[in-house]
């Protein structure tokens, strides 16, 4: 097959072919980033955490194995936890976790919304 670049002269549309190769390797070097709605789940908790005063700032990095939305309680101390997204994890432990300050790992699974159930406050049974 050849390519065709210059316009559709003949009636045809034109193609481009891109060896799968070239499209794969193209694909693995992007930064992993989280997903609209994986964000919109981290955001909705972090809006929370911010109205009961318990975060103050947060920092979100795109690195090429893994994607990690740090908490801070103040931007000039390091991060609270890290909310992890590591996509070569997915098939083992999860893609997902979360881990404290000191690198211990609170949570870990394979979707999103029951590992940041680690920061859901649970009720207490209160005898009066």
């Known amino acids: 097959?050849?390519?065709?670049?210059?316009?559709?002269?003949?009636?045809?549309?034109?193609?481009?072919?891109?060896?799968?190769?070239?499209?794969?390797?193209?694909?693995?070097?992007?930064?992993?980033?989280?997903?609209?709605?994986?964000?919109?789940?981290?955001?909705?908790?972090?809006?929370?955490?911010?109205?009961a005063n318990e975060w103050r700032d947060y920092a979100i990095d795109r690195l090429p194995d893994r994607a990690v939305f740090s908490v801070f309680r103040r931007a000039s101390e390091t991060p609270l936890f890290q909310?992890?997204?590591n996509p070569k994890l997915a098939r083992k432990q999860g893609a997902f976790s979360v881990v404290?300050?000191?690198?211990?790992?609170?949570?870990?699974?394979?979707?999103?919304?029951?590992?940041l159930g680690v920061f859901d406050k649970t009720l207490k049974l209160v005898e009066a």
């Open 1 to 51: 097959m050849t390519d065709r670049g210059g316009g559709a002269e003949d009636g045809q549309e034109s193609a481009i072919l891109i060896p799968l190769h070239e499209a794969r390797r193209e694909r693995q070097e992007l930064p992993v980033s989280f997903e609209r709605r994986e964000l919109e789940q981290i955001l909705r908790l972090y809006g929370r955490m911010v109205a």
């Open 100 to 115: 404290a300050a000191g690198g211990l790992i609170l949570k870990r699974g394979h979707e999103l919304a029951r590992v």
């Open 83 to 85: 909310i992890i997204k």
